[in-house]
């Protein structure tokens, strides 16, 4: 099974194959385990709690040693990896945007679109001069009434040259 005179501090390395994340898997009459888990279900004696993971205290997935392995919540498992510096969120220089500045699909930023004057500030807001801008089915609707009144104008307007020519 384990190496007994394995010091408890030492991470103990199992030989098996592993699994994509780096566990190593073990098979246990039939079933295909990650061998952590395995070990923890032995030395707690019992299964591991729905809801439960075997959670390590060093970074080493391969590491199946029972003193480095202890059942532990998701909560738990995220806690331990932001304090040993796992979840470090890049930030400046290191950051994807700042290394990547091509995959920002934004355009120009919005401070430099306010000063080129591309978004209406000041006299020029719509809530100054009093309509507010229509955009899609209004402004479609705005554009086929005010269609259907300059027709009726001209009509109208050619009524009323016929009728003076009649005269």
Do not use: F
């Not at 299964?47 to 970074?59: Q, V």
């Not at 994807?96 to 679109?113: A, L, N, V």
């Not at 009093?130 to 109208?156: C, F, N, V, W």
């Amino acid at each position: 099974m384990l190496e007994e005179d394995t010091p408890s501090n030492d991470c103990i390395i199992s030989p098996r194959k592993t699994d994509k994340d780096g566990y190593p898997k073990k098979e246990v009459a039939g079933k295909t385990w990650r061998e952590n888990r395995w070990v923890l279900t032995q030395k707690l004696g019992r299964s591991i709690l729905p809801g439960m993971l075997a959670c390590h205290t060093r970074d080493n997935p391969a590491c199946i040693n029972p003193e480095h392995i202890y059942e532990g919540t998701l909560q738990d498992n995220y806690r331990d990896s932001w304090v040993r510096g796992r979840r470090n969120i890049p930030s400046g220089d290191d950051h994807w945007m700042d290394k990547y500045p091509e995959r920002i699909s934004r355009g120009i930023k919005h401070s430099e679109s306010i000063k080129q004057g591309s978004i209406p500030r000041g006299d020029n807001h719509w809530t100054r001069n009093g309509s507010k801008p229509l955009t899609g089915h209004s402004a479609l609707m705005k554009a086929r009434k005010q269609r259907r009144k300059d027709e009726i104008d001209r009509i109208a307007l050619y009524s009323r040259k016929d009728n003076s020519n009649s005269i």
